[in-house]
């Protein structure tokens, strides 16, 4: 450990000492400020940890115990017709302890928390995600200027600025935006949820050839939203993209399998 390494680790105990941390969702005190949750929190989240589909999210409905079959799994869905990203790492499931986390970054100041759960979701990727060496870009999925507006931010953005920080990689926030404001995806049907974000996005940044990108985003639902997104990636050259995103939303609320 170099001098300037023990003065960082020397202040950052100091700061604790001052300000000792605590866990951003129960508020219990923290032996230290490694992450911002407690364990119990962590270890609360619904879907964590499960054997996914790597190209859709979908859980496994046999959970092996190898960290290869969460690597390699694919499901007959995708095996017939895979979506047009190359993979995809959720977190966990919109359930729960993530369901309130999730509506928290999205609140009005939600801004910091999105950050902060971004942090969180970077240092818990596997060791092998993506799995490529360089990535080009990490694209949060835009929200249109008035609903951007309308929250003071975009929770996406959040997330992809504390996954940024932690991994070094660059982040694009301007390059893929919406051009016209759309309804809410919640509020309508897998179709009409397709018809509505069809040509939505526009790519006002420089061409890539053979890019790398990673799309950020809260909530994977129907994926009709990050589908146009990455058809719009697709079109600027990225070749590889992966999504990554905090939670599922159509797993089942409860998990009918163990967790590892
Ligand atoms: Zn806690
Ligand atoms: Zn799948």
């Not at 309308?150 to 935006?177: Q, T, V, Y």
């Amino acid at each position: 450990m170099g001098k300037l390494d023990i003065w960082k680790s020397l202040a950052a105990s100091l700061g604790d000492l001052i300000f000792p941390p605590k866990c951003h969702s129960c508020g219990l005190l923290l032996p230290d400020s490694i992450n911002p949750f407690c364990h119990s929190c962590i270890e609360s989240i619904p879907g964590r940890g499960l054997v996914r589909c790597h190209r859709c999210g979908n859980p496994n409905p046999i959970q092996p115990d190898t960290e290869s079959a969460t690597l390699e799994h694919i499901c007959p869905i995708c095996l017939q017709k895979p979506p047009i990203w190359e993979s995809v790492f959720c977190f966990g499931s919109y359930d729960g302890i993530l369901r309130e986390w999730l509506l928290l970054q999205k609140g009005r100041r939600g801004e910091w928390f999105a950050e902060i759960l971004g942090r969180f979701f970077a240092a818990n990727l596997p060791i092998r995600f993506p799995p490529w060496e360089r990535v080009d870009a990490v694209i949060p999925v835009p929200r249109h200027w008035t609903k951007k507006w309308w929250l003071g931010h975009n929770p996406a953005e959040g997330l992809a600025r504390g996954i940024c920080g932690i991994k070094g990689w660059p982040l694009d926030r301007f390059s893929l935006f919406r051009n016209r404001a759309t309804r809410k995806q919640s509020d309508l049907t897998p179709n009409q949820r397709k018809r509505n974000v069809r040509g939505a996005f526009a790519w006002r940044g420089l061409k890539f050839k053979e890019g790398k990108a990673i799309l950020v985003d809260d909530i994977l639902t129907t994926g009709a939203t990050v589908r146009e997104c990455a058809k719009t990636l697709k079109s600027a050259g990225f070749t590889q993209i992966t999504l990554c995103v905090i939670a599922q939303g159509k797993t089942l609320t409860t998990v009918p399998f163990e967790t590892r």
